[in-house]
């Protein structure tokens, strides 16, 4: 099931020395298209061990200032290491994001 | 002749409710379209800064595409101070332009999504200022943000019609591409709206160029059907009514 945790301020952890990933979906009440979204996330990200992701939901129809705040007003939207995509997202894209927000973060440490 | 007569809005945008029977009809949906430079969004922001101060009824200004801080420089030049406004919360203004920082970088998109996010967005803030009044700028930005466009068609209707039901007169810009004879990028526009009105600053010899403003429909109004001579003064945008504008 779908445990909602609060959007914190963690832009330190999204950009910071963390190595968790975080990945943030913003869904509303309304979008038919939001609970598939959700699943295919959580089946992407069910193969990998727990601690290397931060799952987040953000719903917008409570929370309409964190959707401003990003400048998101298409839903769902998927949102990985600084970048996003819309739409019911393809496990292979999330895979990529993911991968390429691995790769960030280790730049970001050695540098 | 009925004796019902439909609620108006005054524009503050003096000259032109005098070419529209008074004003937008309340609760209307309207286009202002143009070509880039024609003032489609002083005049748009205009409608919100004078329905604030003159009309006392709050309004949205959700931007798309400009960053607030230049659109409160710009406007300070016609003596229109939004910030004074939105301090004492009678404007707010919606940041939704490219240049904000957070905004991640969009990399694709598929076509399974709706605009519910912006349209919680704005509702949220109509709540909060009881806003009477709503202007996106610029709906064509749209064009360029999402690909699908069967989609974007589908849901403008539907956030146009959630914030018109939230008691709002709507304001949407549109900008005609250059070459184009349309009113915008999607096509659609003039259904989107039921009112339509075109800015336009053409040249009239080689070295001047001449503005006006045409009122192309009006659902439920008797409006002029002439062009008509428009100018960008130190307070803003002004319609001279009597005026036929020399460009046409």
Known sequence: ?111 | MSDYTIERVKTGIPGLDELIEGGFPRGDTILVAGKAGTGKSILATQFLYKGATLYNEAGVLVTLEEPPRLIRRNMLRFGMDLAKLEQSGRLAIVDLSPSKEATPVTIGEYPSFDLSGLEAIILNHVKKLGAKRVVIDTLSIMAYKFRSRDILREEFFKLCAAITRAGCTLLLTSEIPAQDTGLGVFDIEAFLASGVIVLYNEKISDTSRSRSIEVLKLRGSKHSSRIHSMRITDEGIRVWPGEISPGH
């Open chain 1, 1 to 111: 099931m779908s445990e909602k945790t609060e959007r914190t301020e963690d832009e330190e952890e999204v950009f910071g020395e963390s190595s968790i990933i975080e990945i943030v979906l913003f869904k509303s009440d309304s979008c038919a298209f939001c609970p598939r979204a959700e699943e295919v996330i959580r089946e992407t990200i069910e193969d990998f061990e727990a601690s290397v992701f931060k799952f987040t939901v953000i719903n917008v129809t409570e929370n309409p200032e964190a959707a401003e705040e990003y400048g998101i007003f298409a839903l769902p939207t998927v949102m990985i290491g600084g970048v996003s995509i819309t739409g019911i997202p393809e496990p292979e894209m999330l895979l990529k994001m993911i991968l390429s927000a691995k790769v960030y973060k280790k730049r970001g440490a050695g540098e």
